[in-house]
């Protein structure tokens, strides 16, 4: 059993701390939000992950987790302390690491004995080197450290599974010292022979900006595909299909839809764009993806305005789905944003629904109507739209959304309505690399 400080309780650190709880360690999460951490203490969550209260309350309940804003404390009294604080997009696309080098002068500063650093944020290429430098120069003792980049593969929505069950742990390590306590920090995954890739820091840090990039050039490739589709006649569905059952490609992560968003994607593909630049390596397959899922966006506003005829001004849409994808109340790049800027801004109004993400787009768009339910969306709305794929939006009773909107246009940026029932139904429509196809 190890004793871990996990600092940072936003997405990643508290599934994170939660998940290595889970794993026999003692853990206390740490973060300067003091009121984040009165919420954990009061066992409330602060933020929308499914699964993730009960094993903070499992952990809690064997005395494996606890929280804290004294950071010192906690990394005087651990072995390994985990980095997990935010590593937002800053100027030009790089990550901004303020926070993270902030928690590296802590630990610097209260390394009171032999510790482990492990940064868990996601961190551009280089950064672990900057970190060890920082607490060789700040350090007050003569203690050592090791340094181990670690970084999290979390979906949200999906973050607690993808966790306790990983396709694989990453550890970018310094020392055989520091493989050997990580191990022993992931025991059960250990046991259960998750593969447990070892290698250095800067290989480490590159697959995890290598792996993020790729899954967005995916996406980004298969809208370009639906978008031909549409030209050719073809149904994106089908070809998607098919690719995915050959093997070396894999059907996960090939569903076209209004671009990707998200607090990860958007800003990992800037960051590994603007590393390659500054050393003068630019991937321009990674630059595309970026430019195709700006342009998806732009494409999805359009197809709206189409099928209004370009005529906005004074109609109300109805906006069904404000998170960046289903199973998350984070709206962060999400397609959702460009959709209502452009509307509001040809003089139309905005009805939103969304069952976790209506909180978070009141702080972008606090003046726009927000909505219980989508049919109080729906109800007299000139046109609808689907953004986000909520299960509730899948089994849309279109029968009430046609008796509902004043007329019956809808546009399904995320292919989950049946085309034969909109065309029996009469409802002028589009989606994304469909519509031609019967
Ligand atoms: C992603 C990575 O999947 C995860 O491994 C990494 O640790 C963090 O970033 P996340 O951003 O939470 O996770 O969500 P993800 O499920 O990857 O979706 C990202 C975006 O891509 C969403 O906007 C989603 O709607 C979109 N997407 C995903 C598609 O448009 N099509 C797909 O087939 C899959």
Redesign the pocket.
């Known amino acids: 059993m190890n004793k871990i400080t996990v600092v940072g309780t936003g997405y990643v650190g508290l599934v994170s701390g939660t998940g290595l709880a889970d794993f026999g360690n003692q853990v206390v999460c740490v973060d300067i939000d003091t009121e984040k951490i009165a919420l954990l203490q009061n066992d409330e969550i602060p933020i929308f992950e499914p699964g993730l209260k009960e094993v903070v309350d499992r952990n809690v309940a064997h005395g494996r987790l606890s929280f804290s804003t004294n950071i010192e404390k906690a990394i005087q009294e651990s072995e390994v302390i985990f980095i997990g604080v935010g590593t937002p997009e800053g100027e030009n696309g790089e990550a901004d690491l303020t926070a993270v080098f902030a928690v590296a002068e802590l630990i610097a500063k209260n390394l009171n004995d032999y510790k482990i650093v492990c940064t868990k944020s996601t961190v551009p290429i280089g950064t672990g080197e900057k970190i060890i430098n920082i607490i060789e120069q700040s350090k007050k003792t003569n203690n050592t450290f090791d340094y181990v980049s670690n970084p ?6 999906a973050a607690v599974q993808d966790f306790l069950k990983p396709d694989r742990v990453v550890l970018g390590v310094t020392s055989e010292q520091a493989v050997k306590i990580l191990r022993d920090v992931y025991r059960p995954l250990y046991i259960n022979e998750t593969p447990i890739i070892t290698t250095n820091v800067p290989t480490a840090e590159m697959i995890k900006y290598a ?2 990039a790729f ?1 967005a050039l995916k ?1 980004s490739y ?1 809208n370009e595909i639906a978008n031909l589709c549409e030209a050719v006649g073809a149904d994106v569905h089908t070809v998607a299909k098919a690719m995915g059952s050959d093997g070396r490609i894999s059907p ?4 076209p ?1 209004p ?7 958007p800003k990992d593909t800037k960051a590994l764009v603007a590393t390659s630049k500054k050393l003068n390596e630019t991937i321009r397959t990674v630059e595309k993806a970026i430019e195709v899922n700006n342009n998806q966006k732009s494409r999805m506003v359009n197809k709206l305005f189409n099928l209004l005829d370009n005529d906005i001004d004074g109609k109300t849409i109805a906006v069904l789905g404000l998170s ?2 289903h199973m ?1 109340d984070d709206v962060r790049e999400s397609a959702a944003i460009e959709m209502i800027e452009k509307i509001l801004g040809n003089g139309g109004n905005v009805k939103a629904y969304d069952p976790e993400g209506m909180a978070n787009m009141k702080k972008i768009f606090p003046d726009i109507i927000y909505c219980n339910d989508w049919e109080s969306a729906v109800q007299s709305a000139d046109a609808g739209v689907i953004m986000t794929e909520w299960h509730e939006f899948r089994g849309l009773d279109l029968v009430k959304v046609k008796d509902l909107l004043k007329s019956p246009i809808i546009l399904d940026t995320r292919n989950i309505l049946s085309m034969s029932k909109l065309i029996d139904l009469g409802f002028t429509f589009d989606n994304v690399g469909r519509k031609s196809v019967l």
Request: one cysteine or more; charged letters at 20%.
């Open positions: 999290e593969f979390l979906r949200e929505g792996s993020n899954l996406i298969i996960k992560f090939l569903h839809g671009g990707f968003g998200g607090s990860c994607f960046f994808k998350t």
